[in-house]
Every structure is written in C-alpha cells, then in structure tokens.
C-alpha cells in the first residue's frame, strides 16, 4: 500500500511563509513526477506546482517567484516553500505523486489526504 502524508500547514497571517512537505510510503519501485495542488472553498482543484524525477518544475502564474517546489528522492519527499502568502493562496493542499510500484507494471496517481492552509490576519 502507498500512502501520501503531508504536513506542514497552518494559520498565517498575510506576507508570512509556510513550507509544506509530503512523504511517501510503502512498496514503491520508483516515483516519477510529484506536484502540489489546492483547492479553495467553492472552487475547483488546480495546479500549484510539478517537479520531475529529475528536478525540472513547472509552477501556475499565480505562484511564480512566491512557491517554489523541491524534492528528496532519496526520502521520497516532496516540498513546496511558500513565501508572502495572500489571503487568496488560503486553500486545502494536497501532493500528488505518479508511482510504479514493481517493474513493468502501470503508472498510477496518488494523492495525500490534504493539509489545509489559511491565510489570514
């Protein structure tokens, strides 16, 4: 079984910073692209931000020069530092993770559980 956990979220107030994190477990053969998503009250779920195995990312126009994503292959983590947050950035955030878990079979998707981050004086 895989699991996706993140952490790291909270209360912030406005121009502050958080830095999220996402660990992933279980029998795993390799992990291939890892991102962040979010999900604000009413809206739909969007793309923050990719990173491939090999360390080139990919960030939505809203976050460009504010987030930056990162990641430890060798702890199978996946970071998003987020600096002068806004009240708009206040959302749920989940990490994702495209995982093969034995040689030769499919590549699937899997999500964390969220963490939720507001943003707020």
């Known amino acids: 079984q895989v699991q996706l956990v993140e952490s790291g979220g909270g209360l912030v107030q406005p121009g502050g910073s958080l830095r999220l994190s996402c660990a992933v477990s279980?029998?795993?053969?390799?992990?291939?692209?890892m991102g962040w998503y979010r999900q604000a009250p009413g809206k739909q779920r969007e793309l923050v931000a990719t990173?491939?195995?090999?360390?080139?990312?990919d960030y939505a126009d809203s976050v460009k020069g504010q987030f930056t994503i990162s990641r430890d292959n060798a702890r199978n983590t996946v970071y998003l530092q987020m600096n002068s947050l806004k009240p708009e950035d206040t959302a749920v955030y989940y990490c994702?993770?495209?995982?093969?878990?034995?040689?030769?079979?499919?590549?699937?998707?899997?999500w964390g559980q969220g963490t939720q981050v507001t943003v707020s004086s």
């Open positions: 279980g029998s795993i053969f390799r992990i291939y692209a």
């Open positions: 994702n993770a495209e995982i093969r878990r034995s040689w030769g079979t499919n590549l699937y998707d899997y």
């Open positions: 990173i491939t195995s090999a360390g080139s990312t």
